[in-house]
T-cell receptor
Framework: AQTVTQSQPEMSVQEAETVTLSCTYD???????LFWYKQPPSRQMILVIR??????QNATENRFSVNFQKAAKSFSLKISDSQLGDTAMYFC????????????FGQGTELSVKP | NAGVTQTPKFRILKIGQSMTLQCAQD?????MYWYRQDPGMGLKLIYY???????DKGEVPNGYNVSRSTTEDFPLRLELAAPSQTSVYFC????????????????FGPGTRLTVL
C-alpha cells in the first residue's frame, strides 16, 4: 500500500522569504504522479503543482517549485517570495497510474506567513 | 460552469439518523470521488465511480453507500450516523481518458461539514 508522510505539522515564514515543506512517500510502483494541494481557511482544495514520476526535471509554477528525488522517495515544495495569501494547509498527495485516479494524501503542513 | 457543487454546506445529525450528501458536476467528467477530512488530517477516499452505474470502495467505506445513476450526480448516503462520521466531506471529479493512464486534474467541491452528536 502507498503512504504519504508530512513530518512538519506547522511551519511559519516571514513575508518575502523562502520556505520548504517536506514530503516523503512509499510505493512499489514506478509510474505515478505527485501533487501539492493548498487548502486555505475557506476549505477549498487548490492544486498548486504536480510532478510526473518519469520526468527528471523538477516542476515549477511561478513562485512554487518542487525538489523531486525519486530514489529517496522525497517530494518537497519550495515557496519563494512568500506572500500573506500563501497562509494555508498544504497537502502532499500521490496517485498511481491506472488505479482510478485515487489520491492518497499526507497529514498536511499548516503554513503561516507573517508580515 | 458551476464546477463541482455540494449540498448542504453544514449539517448537524443526531446519532442514528440518516442523510444524503449531494454532489453534482457540470463538466461532463466520468470519474467522481468522495473523500472525508478529519480534523488536522489529510483527505481519505470513501468511494469513487468511474462512470454511471459503476462504483467502488476506497480506503474508508464503512458506514456509507453511494450510487451513480447519471454522469452528473454522485450522492453519498450515511445510514445510522455515528460520532466517528463527524468530518468534512469533499466530492471531486475528473476526466480520465481511455486506458486510464493519462492524468487529468481532480476538481474539488467546497465541502460539507457534518457533525454527529
Amino acid at each position: 500500500a502507498q503512504t504519504v508522510t508530512q513530518s512538519q505539522p506547522e511551519m511559519s515564514v516571514q513575508e518575502a522569504e523562502t520556505v520548504t515543506l517536506s514530503c516523503t512517500y512509499d510505493t512499489s510502483e514506478s509510474n505515478y504522479y505527485l501533487f501539492w494541494y493548498k487548502q486555505p481557511p475557506s476549505r477549498q482544495m487548490i492544486l498548486v503543482i504536480r510532478q510526473e514520476a518519469y520526468k527528471q526535471q523538477n516542476a515549477t509554477e511561478n513562485r512554487f517549485s518542487v525538489n523531486f528525488q525519486k530514489a529517496a522517495k522525497s517530494f518537497s515544495l519550495k515557496i519563494s517570495d512568500s506572500q500573506l495569501g500563501d497562509t494555508a494547509m498544504y497537502f502532499c498527495a500521490f496517485m498511481t497510474y491506472n488505479q482510478g485516479g485515487k489520491l492518497i494524501f499526507g497529514q498536511g503542513t499548516e503554513l503561516s506567513v507573517k508580515p | 460552469n458551476a464546477g463541482v457543487t455540494q449540498t448542504p454546506k453544514f449539517r448537524i445529525l443526531k446519532i442514528g439518523q440518516s442523510m444524503t450528501l449531494q454532489c453534482a458536476q457540470d463538466m461532463n467528467h466520468n470519474y467522481m470521488y468522495w473523500y472525508r477530512q478529519d480534523p488536522g488530517m489529510g483527505l481519505k477516499l470513501i468511494y469513487y465511480s468511474v462512470g454511471a452505474g459503476i462504483t467502488d470502495k476506497g480506503e474508508v467505506p464503512n458506514g456509507y453507500n453511494v450510487s451513480r445513476s447519471t454522469t452528473e450526480d454522485f450522492p453519498l448516503r450515511l445510514e445510522l450516523a455515528a460520532p466517528s462520521q463527524t468530518s468534512v466531506y469533499f466530492c471531486a471529479s475528473s476526466y480520465m481518458g481511455p486506458g486510464g493512464a493519462k492524468y487529468n486534474e481532480q476538481f474539488f467541491g467546497p465541502g460539507t461539514r457534518l457533525t454527529v452528536l
